[in-house]
């Protein structure tokens, strides 16, 4: 299924003006093979669960729960079940206070204005000047939607991971993402796919992106360039966010220039005959990325840029401690995150000098 877009919905795309969706993840303590929590509508008779497919999930990590509140409203739901198994509750990207009573768990639900429904997402965020990395961490014990069934996509997987960090390498070398922020067209977002279709984003079958998110979205281009089972590239199909019309597809040695805000053609993709990856600055000699041997990327990448040395990439996602592990040639680099949301725990930045260090202008 095709997906234009990653962006949440808003409250005016799924609910009533009055009211708002609500996604909170329970993740358990141990793995319980049940549900560890159930709403009480005595709780909140305004309140009523959404049925939507894959809005709700439960598997070994835990329950996750809809539900359509009114919007701006201080709430306290209670859910019962077995509060001695929750662990934590999540709302959006990280912690909210619950408290147990007897059987139920209570959750305090702050007054919101918009949905709020990416809770069951696990994915990792890595900022830079002009762009986002988000990387998707596919855990089986997850797996939804498409990917409930039948060959989970490891070698997908594995090749949507080192052409996502392939791509951040082009990124830097090319220093198109400082240009985007400079020149104040948007933000650079490469990803991966979800095999846990987290409020129904069923991102399937298995691909990777690297769009220009323009400023308020509207017009942004989003490609998806779908991986084979051999861990190659087979072909991309683009649209645009906020216009109507079927995406357009690319075939193998067919380009894909992303356009800027300001109608400049900025970056050209182009999956290669062989099922590699041409990418570089709009009219531009690109910078190769192939994979690793003779197979496909689930083994790693190389990035051959004109001018510049050939880099190897490879990458490592170590699921159960929430360690991922990049390595660009003799460099590692290690991001820590939260195994049960994906939340970036490594630092972020250096603590600023003392007042009296100079600090030169950009």
Not at 84 to 92: F, G, K, T
Not at 95 to 116: M, N, Q, W, Y
Not at 262 to 272: E, K, N, P, S
Not at 312 to 328: K, M, N, Q, S, W
């Amino acid at each position: 299924m095709l997906c234009l877009s990653a962006a949440p919905a808003s409250a005016g795309q799924g609910a009533p003006a009055d009211r708002v969706r609500v996604v909170l993840k329970f993740v358990k303590r141990g793995s319980a093979g049940r549900p560890v929590a159930r709403f009480d509508p005595a709780s909140c008779a305004a309140c009523t669960p959404i049925a939507t497919p894959l809005f709700n999930a439960e598997n070994a990590r835990e329950t996750v729960i809809a539900l359509s509140v009114p919007r701006r409203r201080s709430l306290e739901l209670a859910f019962t079940g077995s509060p001695a198994s929750v662990r934590r509750v999540i709302l959006e990207g990280g912690d909210i206070a619950f408290r147990s009573e007897g059987d139920r768990t209570i959750v305090p639900l702050p007054p919101l204005a918009r949905d709020a429904i990416t809770a069951a997402e696990v994915a990792t965020h890595i900022v830079e000047p002009g762009m986002v990395l988000r990387f998707e961490h596919a855990d089986p014990a997850r797996r939804a939607g498409d990917y409930a069934t039948g060959d989970f996509p490891v070698v997908q997987r594995r090749a949507a991971n080192a052409l996502e960090f392939a791509q951040r390498e082009v990124v830097r070398t090319l220093g198109l993402g400082e240009e985007a922020e400079r020149e104040h067209l948007g933000r650079i977002q490469i990803m991966g796919f979800d095999t846990n279709a987290p409020h129904a984003h069923i991102d399937s079958p298995p691909h990777m992106h690297m769009h220009l998110r323009w400023p308020a979205n509207t017009g942004t281009q989003i490609g998806h360039y779908y991986i084979g089972a051999d861990g190659l590239l087979t072909h991309n199909l683009a649209g645009a966010s906020g216009l109507a019309g079927a995406p357009l597809r690319y075939d193998r040695g067919q380009p894909f220039t992303t356009i800027a805000p300001d109608g400049r053609a900025f970056y050209t993709h182009r999956i290669t005959p062989e099922g590699w990856l041409d990418l570089g600055r709009a009219g531009e000699a690109p910078c190769l990325i192939r994979p690793i041997g003779t197979g496909g990327f689930d083994a790693g990448a190389t990035i051959a840029c004109p001018g510049h040395s050939v880099r190897r990439i490879t990458v490592d996602d170590d699921i159960a401690h929430g360690i991922l592990t990049v390595d660009t040639d003799t460099i590692r680099e290690t991001f820590r995150y939260d195994p049960d949301t994906g939340a970036l725990i490594a630092p972020r930045d250096a603590p600023p000098p003392v007042p009296s260090v100079f600090v030169p202008e950009r």
